[in-house]
């Protein structure tokens, strides 16, 4: 069965880091596009970042310069390194797999960031 | 990289026809035919409906289609059913090689 599992997620104070994970089965990671998408609370989806089965990787202006999405191909599973966490950053972050569009045919059950003191 | 533009919301009576618009610039929906619409209820996670326009997903209804003119997107679900009750988001690639999403339509099944 194709699926992803975010973890990683929770409470952090601003300024913080936090590093995501989405494990993925029946799939190849690498061979894929693959995103990370966040929702605020009550708020519509905001596209974060991909990368590239190439290894090219593309960010939001949002968040340039303080997240790193990367993979590790041996634990076919994705990541995210937020830095400099924001309280606008709160969201509920999944990752999905890209197919030609690209388009998001697989998504995670998604993980929760909350960035408060 | 603005979201693209959606109508806040629909509503229709169940077998009835409604459209979602996504409106974009030349440097989204207008230059690539690489729009996608995903259905959402609440507390879960988006679902694939439309990619390239106007491509279903295998599973999809036949219900849900879509078009695209000029900077304009459409979503078109016809037969409304009261499972359609959803928020539906459209995205679209963009000439920087990211992705946008439109801020989102909530569907009423009256």
């Known amino acids: 069965e194709v699926q992803l599992v975010e973890s990683g997620g929770g409470l952090v104070q601003p300024g913080g880091s936090l590093r995501l994970s989405c494990a993925a089965s029946?799939?190849?990671?690498?061979?894929?596009?693959m995103s990370w998408v966040r929702q605020a609370p009550g708020k519509g989806l905001e596209w974060v970042s991909v990368?590239?089965?190439?290894?090219?990787?593309y960010y939001a202006d949002s968040v340039k310069g303080r997240f790193t999405i990367s993979r590790d191909n041996s634990k076919n599973t994705l990541y995210l390194q937020m830095n400099s966490l924001r309280a606008e950053d709160t969201a509920v972050y999944y990752c999905?797999?890209?197919?030609?569009?690209?388009?998001?045919?697989?998504w995670g059950q998604g993980t929760t960031v909350t960035v408060s003191s | 990289q603005s979201a693209l533009t959606q109508p806040a919301s629909v509503s229709g009576s169940p077998g009835q026809s409604i459209t979602i618009s996504c409106t974009g610039t030349?440097?989204?929906?207008?230059?690539?035919?690489?729009v996608s619409w995903y259905q959402q209820h609440p507390g879960k996670a988006p679902k694939l409906m439309i990619y390239?326009?106007?491509n279903r997903p295998s599973g999809v209804s036949n219900r849900f289609s879509g078009s695209k003119s000029g900077n304009t997107a459409s979503l078109t679900i016809s037969g409304l059913q009261a499972e359609d009750e959803a928020d539906y988001y459209c995205?679209?690639?963009?000439?920087?090689?990211?992705?946008?999403f439109g801020g989102g339509t909530k569907l009423t099944v009256l």
């Open positions: 390239e326009v106007s």
């Open positions: 990368i590239y089965s190439g290894g090219s990787t």
């Open positions: 999905a797999r890209e197919v030609r569009g690209p388009a998001m045919d697989v």
């Open positions: 995205s679209s690639y963009t000439s920087s090689s990211g992705r946008v």
């Open positions: 030349s440097s989204d929906v207008g230059g690539y035919n690489y």
């Open positions: 029946g799939f190849t990671v690498s061979s894929n596009y």
